[in-house]
């Protein structure tokens, strides 16, 4: 019976230390900014990915680990749109969202968009346009994530 109760206690204090995953839903839905091409046109069709950098983050994508992708696509009748969810695992690094058409890319993150550090309990971050207030390859407008 000790051996059982001792194996129980052991099972619970290691599954409360381990990480626990964070929702991560990143957007740009109706209502936020559209992903437009350099002349200014919604967006279409294209692949959006979500990661983080090894190192400072850079145009030429060095160092960036995808961690989880969705498509560029109408949602609500709406061009230019993209809608994804993860879990993540918590490990303080700075989320960033790449765009790539057969026409432009961009690069764009939030100052507000940071994993936690530290394990605990359940998390969930929404990472939406409207948002982005940093852009690498790409201009950030009032109304839109331009890419270049």
């Given at each position: 019976?000790?051996?059982?109760?001792?194996?129980?206690?052991?099972?619970?204090?290691?599954?409360?230390?381990?990480?626990?995953?964070?929702?991560?839903?990143?957007?740009?839905?109706?209502?936020?900014?559209?992903?437009?091409?350099?002349n200014g046109q919604p967006a279409l069709t294209g692949v959006v990915l979500i990661g983080t950098f090894t190192g400072a983050p850079n145009a030429q994508l060095r160092?960036?680990?995808?961690?989880?992708?969705?498509?560029?696509?109408?949602?609500?009748?709406?061009?230019?749109?993209?809608?994804?969810?993860?879990?993540?695992?918590?490990?303080?690094?700075?989320?960033?969202?790449?765009?790539?058409?057969?026409?432009?890319?961009?690069?764009?993150?939030?100052?507000?968009?940071?994993?936690?550090?530290?394990?605990?309990?359940?998390?969930?971050?929404?990472?939406?346009?409207?948002?982005?207030?940093?852009?690498?390859?790409?201009?950030?407008?009032?109304?839109?994530?331009?890419?270049?």
């Amino acid at each position: 019976m000790k051996r059982i109760l001792a194996s129980l206690i052991l099972a619970l204090t290691l599954t409360a230390h381990s990480a626990e995953p964070v929702l991560v839903a990143y957007m740009a839905a109706p209502g936020e900014r559209t992903v437009t091409l350099p002349n200014g046109q919604p967006a279409l069709t294209g692949v959006v990915l979500i990661g983080t950098f090894t190192g400072a983050p850079n145009a030429q994508l060095r160092g960036f680990t995808v961690l989880h992708g969705t498509s560029l696509r109408r949602i609500a009748g709406q061009p230019g749109r993209f809608a994804g969810m993860v879990n993540l695992q918590p490990t303080g690094q700075k989320l960033w969202v790449f765009v790539r058409t057969a026409n432009g890319a961009g690069l764009f993150s939030s100052s507000a968009w940071t994993l936690p550090a530290a394990e605990g309990v359940f998390v969930s971050m929404f990472c939406v346009a409207s948002d982005i207030d940093q852009a690498i390859a790409g201009e950030v407008t009032a109304q839109a994530l331009v890419l270049k």
